[in-house]
């Protein structure tokens, strides 16, 4: 059974960077391009960025470009996004999720993991 664990989220102020989390088990991580998305209440999911199967190469949505980064350590099993200089409207649910990196850029992908909040206080 394959599961995603996101965790790291949590209150943080504007300007704050919080480290998230996501926890692979039950496939094998290596052979998985990974990516987080966000999507806030009422509105569509949104990607955030892509690594893939080495972590050679990346993606960023143009809102996180230049604040986020995304990376993983294909030896834990684990994925993870850094988020600096962090703003209110970064206040959503953020997820992880395991698939190809066409379907991962397209807003789809093999499996998700159930979100972990952030909330940038102003």
């Known amino acids: 059974q394959v599961q995603l664990v996101e965790s790291g989220g949590g209150l943080v102020q504007a300007g704050g960077s919080l480290r998230l989390s996501c926890a692979a088990s039950?496939?094998?991580?290596?052979?998985?391009?990974m990516g987080w998305f966000r999507q806030a209440p009422g509105k569509g999911r949104e990607i955030v960025a892509a690594?893939?199967?080495?972590?050679?190469?990346?993606y960023y949505a143009d809102p996180m470009k230049g604040r986020f980064t995304i990376s993983r350590d294909n030896a834990k099993n684990t994925l993870y996004l850094q988020m600096n200089s962090l703003k209110p409207e970064d206040t959503v649910v953020y997820y992880c999720?395991?698939?190809?990196?066409?379907?991962?850029?397209?807003?789809?992908?093999?499996?998700w993991g159930r979100g972990t909040q952030v909330t940038v206080s102003s």
């Open positions: 690594i893939s199967l080495s972590g050679t190469n990346t």
């Open positions: 999720a395991a698939g190809d990196w066409y379907k991962l850029r397209h807003i789809d992908s093999d499996y």
């Open positions: 039950g496939l094998t991580f290596s052979t998985y391009a």
